[in-house]
Structure formats: C-alpha cells, structure tokens
C-alpha cells in the first residue's frame, strides 16, 4: 500500500485573523505546483471551521489581483474531518449527555459508570476524543445489540431469533436487505417532527420551552404521581432516547470506521447527515461548513478537482489497510511535538527561535526512534493496538436487557430528559431556503466562478 511521506515545513508566527491570513495564505501558496508559472493546481486547504472562514475571505480580498497566483487560485478550502467529528461529538453531548441522568438506566452518562470510562469528559469531549470514541464504541455496539435483541425476539445475545425471520421463498441476500431495511427504519432513521421542540408534561399536559423548566416541574409537582394525561400524545421518552442516541452515535462510530479504512465517499455520505443535527441542534456554523462541502463536491469543483478532495483526506505513515489518519489529526500531532520543544524556550519566543524548532522537530524525533531503537527500549508505535472489549459490551447487554429501552412503551421517559422527542426539529420549508440561499451565495464567490483552464 502507498505510504505517504511527512515533511515538515515550519510554523509561521502569524495569526489566522485578518491581517495575518494573507501572509499565510502567501508562504504556502508556494508550495502549490504551478504556482511559479501562473498556472496552479488546486489542492485542499483544510482546517476547522475558523481557519477555513478567514481563509476563504483573505481569497476572496485578493480577487481583483492581475494573476492566479496573486488571487490565491491554488487552494480549495474545506472543513477538516478531525474537527468535523469532534463537533458532532460535541452535539450529541448537547442532546443525550447529561450527569444528572446517572440514575436514568440506559443513558449515556449511566453507561460511563457502568463501563468505569473514568477519563471520559463530562463537558467537552474535545478535551479527551481518544477516550470519548473508545466508550462510543462500546456504547454503540451495546446499544446495537439491545435493539437487535429487540427486534429480534431474543431473550439473550445467544439466543434463537423468534421474529423477524426469513421467509420460505427468500434467500439470504434478498432477506438480508429487506430485514436491515426494517431494522433501520425502526430504530435508527430519526422521526420527521416539524418546527420548535415543545416538551410536554407526561402527567398534565403543560408545555415547556426548556427541558430544565419540565424537570423541575415533574420533582415538584408530580412526585410520586401515576398515570398519563389524555392531552399527550402517545410518546415513549425511553424508547425515543434510545433511537436517537442510537442513530448519532452510528453516524460517528460509522465516520471513525470510514476515516480509518480512508473512504472518502463515504466520508461525504455521512457529513450530509451530520449537516442536518448541525443545523437542527444549533451549530449552524458547521452546518455551513457541511454544505459548502457536500456543494464543493457535487457542484462547484470540477471532476478532478471534487475527486481531490473526496479521496486527498488522509494520512497513512505505516501502509496499513486500517491506518489512515485525519489531515489535521496528524497536524495536530505535529503541533504537540513543536510546543513541546517550545516550552523550552522559556517564554523567549521570535521568528529565529521558531524557525530552529520547526525545522529540528522531525530530526530529533527520527534521532530518539534510532536511539530506543538501537538500545531495545519499548517504543510507542503510531499503529495503537486497541483492546478488545467485547466483555464491557456483554456487561452493558447483560445490565440493560431487561430495562427494554427498544420496546415502545407509552409513559415511560427518563427523569433528566422528560419529553424527549428526537429527530430533526427543523422546518422543511426553512431547511431547504437556507440551503438554497447558501449555495447560491457560494456560486457568487470568486474561488467558485472563476475560468478554469
């Protein structure tokens, strides 16, 4: 397999602000190929989501320059995948994660206890996303395996399917289809609820703006109360946190999959989805960010170019088939190597000092693999084995199974998430008129529309 090669090229003491953009823009601008003779090709320019805004409008400041190279034509700005991922894990933390539900059986802070996952964030899981996907994982598959339990009929992980079985006439791939079709429809596509959230009380009927506000009520006035309110609709708020929770957390555990196995296609696939709880759960942002990328792709780039971008994602140092890594994740890695150097500066910091340490980080770094190489020491390897945990995930089966979180059951909600609805809670109508008017705003931008040739 290919094995791409890293070369470190300096940092630059600049800002990503206004005035400091345009000279970052210019130091790697020559390192586009065709830059010397006007012609450049255009190769992504990734980043997160500030990087990407302040860079697209430093282009957009140079557009009236005379040459291609003096407007900045050589990059192709995108949102990166490690802070895309990042920040949906941050919106499913928004939504489903919450420590006051460490009673509520089956929530995702519950499940922290139950796995002992210690060092997973309770705030930000940005501070720690190694650890954050390491119980994602778990708690996915635990998750999977309760709602196949269900549909299923299987009392156990190792019982005998009693629903749900193939027909006479089937065979097995015309039955495989058609069961995942079901199985996905029934657990995993969120419900279509239009509009604003209103939460309900269970017990009166009274609405809520703010699911804090409908707690609060249920502890003061309804302790110890039974029953459901004829005015409320039909809801299971166990059953509706369990698909929900379900469905974000397959998106992830699926990017993370596709990131290592380095499919770009579909990488793509998965942002529209991300897009839609980006825009639905207020990281408008990022929902931007998407479409810009699912338009750059389908629409605005040419076929060579969109196919740049879809498949130029990643990085793979040991040529391994499961060993691709995000751009920027490997950036930022190289980012802890250069301020680990740096602190030893003391606070001395100017553009010489930089310069030294930038250009050191990677000999030193090849020096101390040769010297623990040499001396047989146990070196780390950038291929981290990860630990089987089918064990944590049979405990989690064997603690949930009987709470039937995948069976609807009318009344039922956890206590720290009241009225729970799920799905996307955007209007159609106000959806597709911010995507239109985003992408025609897109068209008009200069990095969109200019000659290609």
């Not at 990087?51 to 949102?79: C, H, Q, W, Y």
């Not at 119980?135 to 598959?141: N, V």
């Not at 269900?150 to 749900?164: H, K, L, V, W, Y």
Request: charged residues 25%; aromatic residues 10%.
């Amino acid at each position: 397999m290919f094995v791409r090669a890293q070369v470190q090229l300096g940092v630059l003491n600049k800002a990503e602000d206004k005035e400091g953009m345009p000279h970052i823009l210019a130091y790697k601008h020559g390192y586009v190929p065709g830059h010397d003779i006007d012609r450049p090709l255009r190769i992504p320019f990734v980043g997160d989501q500030m990087t990407i805004v302040r860079g697209s409008g430093a282009m957009e400041d140079l557009r009236n320059s005379l040459s291609k190279s003096g407007r900045r034509e050589g990059f192709i700005p995108a949102i990166a995948d490690f802070h895309l991922l990042g920040n949906f894990y941050q919106t499913v933390w928004k939504e489903c994660f919450d420590p006051a539900s460490v009673g509520d059986p089956g929530t995702m802070y519950a499940a922290v206890l139950e796995l002992k996952a210690k060092n997973v964030p309770t705030v930000n899981p940005m501070k720690d996303i190694n650890a954050v996907k390491v119980y994602l994982d778990k708690y996915t598959e635990g998750m999977l395996v309760l709602a196949g339990m269900e549909f299923f009929g299987m009392d156990s992980a190792d019982s005998r399917p009693t629903q749900n079985l193939a027909e006479a006439h089937e065979d097995e791939a015309t039955y495989t289809n058609r069961i995942l079709g079901e199985f996905v429809d029934e657990f995993l596509i969120p419900p279509d609820i239009s509009g604003t959230e209103i939460l309900k009380c269970p017990k009166c009927g009274k609405e809520y703006k703010v699911r804090k506000a409908l707690r609060g009520h249920l502890e003061k006035d309804h302790t110890g109360d039974a029953g459901v309110a004829e005015s409320v609709p039909p809801m299971d708020g166990i059953f509706n946190y369990s698909c929900q929770v379900l469905s974000m957390c397959m998106i992830a555990y699926e990017f993370t999959d596709a990131r290592k196995l380095g499919d770009g296609e579909r990488i793509i696939r998965l942002v529209k989805y991300m897009m839609l709880y980006f825009k639905a759960l207020g990281k408008t942002k990022y929902a931007h960010q998407c479409l810009r990328l699912i338009g750059q792709v389908r629409c605005f780039l040419t076929p060579r170019e969109a196919a740049n971008l879809i498949w130029n994602r990643f990085s793979n140092t040991k040529g391994h088939q499961n060993s691709n890594v995000e751009l920027d994740r490997e950036c930022e890695h190289s980012n802890l190597n250069f301020k680990t150097f740096a602190r030893g500066l003391h606070g001395q910091v100017n553009q010489d000092t930089i310069d030294r340490i930038s250009r050191s980080c990677q000999p030193i770094a090849k020096a101390l693999y040769c010297v623990d190489n040499e001396s047989d020491m146990r070196m780390f390897t950038k291929r981290s084995q990860a630990a089987d945990h089918t064990e944590d995930v049979k405990q989690l089966v064997g603690m949930l199974k009987n709470e039937h979180l995948f069976s609807f059951q009318q009344g039922r909600y956890h206590k720290c998430f009241p009225g729970f609805t799920g799905g996307f809670k955007v209007e159609h109508e106000d959806l597709f008129n911010w995507m239109s008017t985003s992408l025609q705003t897109m068209s008009r931008l200069h990095q969109f529309s200019f000659e290609r040739s």
